[in-house]
């Protein structure tokens, strides 16, 4: 069954049905209604999910042509803007900017405005961010392929590009802010708390990468400094919160029970805020060997912070049977979930001496970025947008198989792309212990992981064509139904006002 | 409650004492670095790439070599860098001292490249051997050209991308007589099977950058903290002596390497 419908909606959209843990009573009052809110947020959010819908599909699309270039080099091999070297980093940027910040500040609008029951207060503002976002992202995607890429992981957009990213973030920043300043509840929910710091995070360490990269560059490997700190911290720190910020606001809503604990999520949030910006620097790196350990140590501690989601997690959804077991919104939230959980475990095995000196450098450390950036992220945002989008529009997915298509085509992908990944990684390990074998040969024993890796990312990308479907039928209804509905429209309407 | 402004605090409070602890301690350890002092009349170490060779590091750049390539050599430990010979030492900040950007990779699809111009031919993923007894700087860029046009023909089994936009390939007729610059006729031949000359490969500026930026790839300096131990029986991979250039790097003094190939020897006719 889906959630989006109108019965699952009543039940679990209702506003106070969720923060019930912490609400104060005396604020009620003052609520706006959920359906009120949802269409107050409509201009802001709705542009914000679209562009990134299309941004995930051309970045997995890019993401599958770069993974077939490794797998037949001469193919497509004539052109420069198709080299896998552009591809791929224009692909990941895609994914990274394209969609996962802006899915996670669309939804973040959304969770923000909910929570606060008030009207979203900064409409302008968040169209002014959209437009130079997506300018942004659209002319560092060209810069890429044009051969302007910086050279650091995430951080490939070229300057001017960056600097539409981060004057477009500042004025999504604002209309964060204004919206949050105008919450007509003031005890807050967890979720509040990650937005929050997720907004003031991404903007610091976002303006430190590009002054320390770009605009005024640091000598010699203080660049891979400032690039290592911001990956880190982007999908530790800035993922993590508006991700996490999101699963502690929809698995409630979708379970119809409150959060197990709030104090545990208060809890794995000072957790991720102190230990999640305070890794990634692999001992390999040519660093003083300070740093790589600071960084294995934050990487254990972080560890705290993944057992109190976990556990908050499993408590509230505990026990929960039937049609809210296969409620679409939970499917997605608990498959990316678990991925969060599984990349802090790996991030900190991948800082331990011998399994991450084993597996360096090797397809393994990209199996875990995928597992943050595409299981954590995607699925997680997907899951959010299927929730989200029918109450902005205040009308249900037309089509009730396609969301279930896409869940499990998504999750088929992922699963094949990590399972190849690890595949081809373990092959590279397991050659190059032997330092009498062949270089090529670790070539040779990853090649066919890296065919079936190309063929996950294809499936990821045609996954998401249920969605597009859903969202076509949904404008179309929309516009055909104008003239149809106008009567209904005409009937109701005059009632509600002039009783 | 309202925990707004605890929130904004404790946000900003943490994310600074990771920047304080992360950014701004190494940037006042590392930011300080200075070029080590070299004995015998050599430069300090590193010198700054030679115009080419820089502007080549911006082909590596823009091509994404580094996604695939790292310059990364690893202490020994578990690992087998130093064995496969990929240097003589790990490599450290210093070696990138003069660099920006710092492309040390983070993958190896392919083999690391932090010491490719001084890389035993024995060495490479798909060894293979010099010809001559002498001109081996040459034959080293000739192989890169080689590499670069058609990776599959030096390499078999290789999967880098051919990168022939790189090239420039003509047919020379009376009006257009033959480039001095083009690719010898034996590797022509071997590239694209046409023989007598009748095509010609000839490397474009942006091919001749980056075959320089690879030859000027060697970390292998001794310094305080990453001293090099040349044992009795360790033989010293050294392009650049084998040539009658100048050597830079008298095997088994203490003498520098710098950054710079010892003469950039003229693309071979």
């Given at each position: 069954m889906s959630v989006s419908s109108p019965a699952n909606l009543n039940a679990a959209g209702r506003p106070g049905a969720v923060p019930a843990a912490v609400a104060s009573p005396d604020a009620v009052h003052n609520a706006l209604p959920a359906e009120a809110v949802d269409k107050s947020c409509r201009w802001a959010v709705w542009p914000l999910a679209v562009a990134a819908l299309g941004w995930l599909f051309l970045g997995l699309l890019m993401q599958g042509v770069a993974s077939f270039r490794l797998v037949a080099p001469d193919i497509l091999s004539d052109s420069a803007v198709l080299t896998y070297g552009r591809l791929r980093p224009a692909a990941v940027e895609l994914l990274i900017y394209g969609f996962g910040l802006q899915a996670c500040v669309a939804t973040a609008f959304w969770i923000l405005a909910r929570l606060g029951r008030t009207q979203f207060q900064g409409t302008a503002p968040a169209i002014a961010g959209w437009v130079l976002w997506n300018s942004g992202v659209a002319i560092g995607l060209a810069g890429i392929l044009a051969g302007s890429g910086s050279g650091y992981?995430?951080?490939?957009?070229?300057?001017?590009?960056?600097?539409?990213?981060?004057?477009?973030?500042?004025f999504w920043g604002v209309a964060a802010f204004l919206t949050f300043s105008a919450r007509r509840e003031p005890a807050l929910y967890p979720s509040q708390w990650f937005i929050i710091a997720g907004f003031l995070w991404f903007a610091w360490i976002y303006a430190t990468a590009q002054c320390l990269i770009f605009w005024m560059p640091a000598r010699g490997v203080m660049q891979v400094v400032a690039g290592q700190w911001y990956l880190h911290n982007l999908k530790f720190l800035c993922f993590s919160a508006f991700g996490l910020a999101a699963a502690f606001y929809f698995i409630p809503k979708a379970t119809g029970r409150p959060l197990y604990s709030a104090a545990l999520a208060k809890f794995a949030f000072w957790t991720l805020a102190f230990f999640g910006a305070g890794g990634g620097f692999a001992a390999s790196l040519p660093l003083p060997r300070w740093m790589p350990a600071v960084s294995s140590v934050c990487n254990f501690l972080l560890l705290t912070a993944a057992v109190a989601v976990a556990l908050n997690f499993l408590k509230t959804v505990a026990g929960v049977g039937g049609a809210v077991a296969g409620n679409l919104s939970l499917r997605w939230f608990r498959l990316a979930v678990s991925a969060w959980l599984l990349a802090v475990l790996a991030e900190f095995l991948l800082s331990r001496p011998v399994i991450g000196e084993y597996f360096r450098f090797t397809w393994v450390t990209t199996a875990a970025d995928v597992l943050i950036l595409a299981g954590f992220v995607i699925l997680g945002q997907l899951g959010a947008f299927y929730y989200m989008m029918p109450r902005l529009a205040q009308k249900d997915w037309p089509c009730q198989v396609s969301p279930k298509a896409n869940f499990w085509v998504s999750s088929a992908g992922i699963l094949i792309i990590m399972a190849s990944y690890i595949g081809a990684g373990i092959a590279q390990g397991r050659s190059w212990i032997n330092a009498d074998t062949l270089f090529l040969e670790s070539v040779t024993a990853s090649k066919t992981w890296l065919a079936v890796s190309a063929a996950g990312w294809l499936l990821f990308a045609i996954g998401q064509i249920p969605m597009f479907a859903n969202l076509f039928f949904m404008a179309r209804q929309e516009l055909r139904g104008c003239c149809c509905c106008c009567a209904d429209f005409e009937a109701g309407k005059p009632t509600e006002v002039r009783s | 409650?309202?925990?707004?402004?605890?929130?904004?605090?404790?946000?900003?409070?943490?994310?600074?004492?990771?920047?304080?602890?992360?950014?701004?301690?190494?940037?006042?350890?590392?930011?300080?670095m200075e070029q080590a002092p070299m004995k015998l009349l050599a430069p300090a170490y590193p010198a700054g790439r030679p115009g080419i060779a820089a502007q080549g590091r911006e082909v590596y750049r823009a091509l994404g070599c580094a996604e695939c390539h790292t310059q990364q050599v690893r202490p020994s430990g578990d690992n087998t860098d130093l064995e496969r010979g990929w240097g003589l030492r790990r490599t450290v900040a210093r070696d990138f001292l003069t660099d920006?950007?710092?492309?040390?990779?983070?993958?190896?699809?392919?083999?690391?490249?932090?010491?490719?111009?001084?890389?035993?031919?024995?060495?490479?993923?798909?060894?293979?051997?010099?010809?001559?007894?002498?001109?081996?700087?040459?034959?080293?860029?000739?192989?890169?050209?080689?590499?670069?046009?058609?990776?599959?023909?030096?390499?078999?089994?290789?999967?880098?991308?051919?990168?022939?936009?790189?090239?420039?390939?003509?047919?020379?007729?009376?009006?257009?007589?033959?480039?001095?610059?083009?690719?010898?006729?034996?590797?022509?031949?071997?590239?694209?099977?046409?023989?007598?000359?009748?095509?010609?490969?000839?490397?474009?500026?942006?091919?001749?950058?980056?075959?320089?930026?690879?030859?000027?790839?060697?970390?292998?300096?001794?310094?305080?903290?990453?001293?090099?131990?040349?044992?009795?029986?360790?033989?010293?991979?050294?392009?650049?002596?084998?040539?009658?250039?100048?050597?830079?790097?008298?095997?088994?003094?203490?003498?520098?390497?710098?950054?710079?190939?010892?003469?950039?020897?003229?693309?071979?006719?």
């Open positions: 992981e995430a951080l490939q957009f070229p300057k001017y590009a960056g600097l539409l990213l981060l004057a477009g973030f500042g | 409650m309202n925990h707004g402004p605890l929130i904004f605090l404790g946000a900003l409070v943490t994310m600074a004492i990771s920047w304080c602890g992360l950014i701004f301690t190494p940037q006042l350890q590392l930011g300080r920006s950007p710092v492309l040390v990779g983070r993958l190896r699809v392919g083999p690391d490249l932090a010491n490719i111009a001084i890389r035993e031919p024995k060495q490479f993923a798909v060894p293979w051997q010099y010809k001559t007894q002498s001109n081996h700087v040459e034959e080293l860029e000739l192989w890169h050209y080689a590499h670069l046009y058609n990776p599959r023909a030096v390499s078999p089994g290789s999967i880098m991308p051919a990168y022939r936009y790189l090239f420039e390939e003509r047919t020379p007729s009376p009006k257009r007589p033959p480039s001095l610059d083009a690719l010898p006729p034996e590797i022509t031949a071997r590239l694209t099977g046409v023989k007598n000359g009748a095509f010609e490969i000839v490397p474009r500026r942006e091919a001749r950058a980056l075959v320089a930026y690879l030859m000027s790839l060697r970390a292998d300096a001794p310094l305080f903290e990453a001293p090099v131990q040349i044992t009795a029986d360790a033989k010293v991979p050294n392009a650049a002596s084998a040539t009658n250039a100048p050597a830079a790097n008298a095997s088994g003094t203490n003498a520098p390497a710098t950054n710079v190939p010892a003469t950039p020897a003229p693309i071979s006719k």
